[in-house]
Each structure stands twice: as structure tokens, then as C-alpha cells.
């Protein structure tokens, strides 16, 4: 099982009470008056108990496959439990063994920009950072921090766009060019009860593909003690939002991201799901703190 556990000591920012509109909230509604905030957005706004902790839960990191960071975590056992077949998803498939998961980092938030603003997110600023946020001595954090920094330095992919953000404000300026106009929507998978390894799913109709235009950016999160998002176009790969329900009558909307070409990823990682075309597209889901992006339709 990969979950491990790191500390990151954080600013105190001031507390929102949760039935106050947060600034943020509206920020969002005057930016973007015909968009719906999805959830992966509202918690890091209201992230409910706020304490000093950011707990990774799961490194989703796909998008690492054509860059050498944090790699060693991704074995076969967790790799096998993350991706699918492109042809098992049809309504009416079962899947087996895929394992759903809500958030991949809990306990960081947003921070306004001008806060966020106020220090330079680069490797080469490292040791501001780490004093800024107190998290000199923990070396695993140190460590993430490190890999946080990096992912965001890598050059983007042939083909893609890339940024990173520290802040909603800035998330949402760069998800606009990226895209062109700030007519956008932005979805994220809906999990309201825990899900297990264990379970069954029904795939149920109907598979929605998302954006005929295929103008999409998705964003991460990543470990950092102030909410930042790694975020990307994605001409290589097609979204589709899935209901699934367990056998358990347990209910997911799940997005979907299948990548048609796999010659990108690292051969360990064919290796461990033992593919041997390159023809057979694959997937996986995204958690509910991951983000689509893409055009009002
Ligand atoms: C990957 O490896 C290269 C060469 O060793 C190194 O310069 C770079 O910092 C590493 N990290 C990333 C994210 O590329
Ligand atoms: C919201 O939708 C309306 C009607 O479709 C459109 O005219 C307007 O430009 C949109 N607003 C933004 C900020 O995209
Ligand atoms: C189904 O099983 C999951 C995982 O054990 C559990 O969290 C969930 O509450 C169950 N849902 C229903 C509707 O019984
Ligand atoms: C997932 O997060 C949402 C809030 O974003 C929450 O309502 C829901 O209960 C969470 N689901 C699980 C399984 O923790």
C-alpha cells in the first residue's frame, strides 16, 4: 500500500467560519459567473478542520511517467490498482481491483494571492521556503517540497502546456490562457462514501466524453504546505466522466482519463501492468481533489 505520511508545518492563516462566504468564493463568482465551483475547489476554501498538518495520501502521479521524480513509489501493486483497459469501460462493464480515492493530499488550502504571491515558488528559492514554512528539519517534507518544486521546472511534454499555481486566483488565470477564455467549467470526481479495493463496480450508462473540443487542462494537487496545483493541456489523452456503481449499491461519478498514447510512460510502468502494445489504450480515474477544465458549451 502506498500512503505515507509527511508534516508540514503551515502558516496559520486566519480561520473562515464555515458559514461565511470566503473572499475566494467570491472571487469565483465574479470571475467565472457561469461556472458551478466543484468540490476539489470548495475544500481547499472551506477546508473544514483546519489543523497544521498536510498528510499526502497517495502520490497520483501520472503525469510523472515522462519525468524522473518520485518514481520508486509507484509499484506494480499500487500501479495494477490505479489503471484499467480503455476497452472494459462500456456500460454494462464490470471493474474489479480499482481502487477510488477522494483527496491524495489533505490539510493545506488556499491562501490569497497576495499572500501566495509574497514568496518565489522555485527550486532555486528551496531554502526561503522551508524557513518560511518552518519545515527545515523534517526531511521527508523537505523531500516533497523538493519534488513539488521540480515537477513544476520539468518542460512540459511534446504537445503539452504546462504551469503551476500557488493560488485559486492564479489557478484560475492560467486554466483562462491555457484555454483561451474564461467561458470554462471545471468538473472532479464525486466520492461520498469510502471506497475499497475490494469492490465491484458496475459501469453504468451513460459515459459522457468530456469536451467534444478536446481543449481540456487538468490540474493536481501537490504536496506544499499552501494549496498549489500542477496543471496541463492534454491533447494525448481523452476524459470521459463515468457512473459507477459498487456492488455494494455504492454510487461514484468518476472522471476517467485514458491515454491513447502510451510510448511516453516509463517502460517499468508497462512492465508492471504487463502491456505489451502499444496500441491498447489505457486509464485511470481521478480522485475527487484533481481537476478538469475545459470549454462552456
Ligand atoms: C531529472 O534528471 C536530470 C538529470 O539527472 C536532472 O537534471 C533533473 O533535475 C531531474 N529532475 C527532473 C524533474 O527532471
Ligand atoms: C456566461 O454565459 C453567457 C451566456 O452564454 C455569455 O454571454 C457570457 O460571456 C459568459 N460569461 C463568461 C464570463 O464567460
Ligand atoms: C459500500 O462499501 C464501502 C466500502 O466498504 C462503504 O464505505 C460504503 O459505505 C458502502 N456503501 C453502502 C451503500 O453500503
Ligand atoms: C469526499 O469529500 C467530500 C467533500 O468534498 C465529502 O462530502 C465526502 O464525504 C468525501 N467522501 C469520502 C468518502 O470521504
Not at 95 to 113: D, E, M, Q, S, W
Not at 149 to 159: D, I, T
Not at 282 to 294: E, M, N
Amino acid at each position: 500500500m502506498l500512503r505515507f505520511f509527511l508534516v508540514l508545518l503551515l502558516v496559520v492563516a486566519a480561520v473562515q467560519a464555515d458559514n461565511d462566504v470566503s473572499p475566494l468564493e467570491d472571487y469565483w463568482r465574479s470571475v467565472l459567473p457561469n461556472a458551478t465551483m466543484p468540490r476539489a475547489i470548495h475544500d481547499l476554501i472551506y477546508p473544514g478542520h483546519r489543523n497544521n498538518r498536510v498528510t499526502i495520501q497517495e502520490c497520483v502521479v501520472f503525469y510523472y511517467v515522462s519525468s524522473n521524480i518520485s518514481s520508486q513509489h509507484l509499484t506494480p501493486g499500487y500501479l495494477q490498482s490505479k489503471i484499467f483497459f480503455m476497452k472494459d469501460l462500456y456500460p454494462g462493464a464490470q471493474l474489479k481491483g480499482v481502487h477510488l480515492i477522494n483527496r491524495t493530499i489533505i490539510g493545506n488550502f488556499f491562501v490569497p494571492r497576495t499572500e501566495a504571491d509574497a514568496i518565489t515558488f522555485t527550486s532555486k528559492n528551496l531554502p526561503k521556503i522551508l524557513e518560511h514554512f518552518s519545515m527545515t528539519s523534517d526531511s521527508k517534507a523537505v523531500k516533497l517540497m523538493e519534488d513539488t518544486l521540480n515537477s513544476c521546472e520539468v518542460p512540459p511534454l511534446k504537445g503539452e502546456k504546462k504551469f503551476c499555481s500557488t493560488s485559486l486566483e492564479s489557478l484560475i488565470d492560467g486554466v483562462s490562457s491555457l484555454l483561451g477564455t474564461r467561458d470554462i467549467q471545471a468538473i472532479s470526481t464525486i466520492i461520498n462514501e469510502p471506497q475499497d479495493e475490494k469492490m465491484v463496480y458496475n459501469v453504468v450508462a451513460p459515459i459522457k466524453k468530456v469536451s467534444e473540443q478536446e481543449k481540456l487542462v487538468l490540474c493536481h494537487p501537490q504536496p506544499s504546505p499552501q494549496a498549489m496545483h500542477y496543471c496541463h493541456t492534454s491533447s494525448l489523452y481523452k476524459v470521459y466522466i463515468v457512473p459507477l456503481v459498487g456492488n455494494n449499491g455504492s454510487m461514484v461519478n468518476a472522471i476517467a482519463v485514458c491515454h491513447h498514447d502510451i510510448k511516453n510512460f516509463k517502460p517499468f510502468i508497462l512492465e508492471a501492468l504487463n502491456i505489451k502494445s502499444y496500441n491498447e489504450p489505457i486509464c485511470h480515474f481521478l480522485s475527487g481533489d484533481q481537476l478538469v477544465w475545459f470549454l462552456n458549451q
